[in-house]
């Protein structure tokens, strides 16, 4: 998902991308539990602390 936001804001100028596109809390939420109930457990772990550091980061907390 994160290289799509990036693909998203390497576009040209005139190619607008439309809407906000971001990884949201919900998103990251809904993934990790997929991921968690399918046994994939440490990349679950890894994302979510990924996805906190990005919080942290904007929100300058």
Same mark, same amino acid.
């Given at each position: 998902?994160?290289?799509? %936001?990036?693909? +998203?804001?390497? +576009?040209?100028?005139? #190619? @607008? #991308? =439309?809407?906000?596109?971001? %990884? ?7 993934? =990790? *539990?997929? @991921?968690?109930?399918?046994? #994939?457990?440490?990349? $679950?772990?890894? @994302?979510?602390? #990924?996805?906190? &550091?990005?919080? &942290? *980061? $904007?929100?300058?907390?």
């Amino acid at each position: 998902m994160l290289a799509n %936001v990036e693909h +998203l804001n390497a +576009l040209p100028e005139g #190619q @607008m #991308q =439309g809407r906000e596109f971001a %990884v949201t809390p919900a998103i990251t939420l809904n993934a =990790g *539990k997929a @991921m968690y109930l399918s046994g #994939q457990t440490e990349k $679950t772990a890894a @994302m979510k602390l #990924q996805h906190l &550091k990005r919080i &942290k *980061k $904007t929100f300058r907390i």
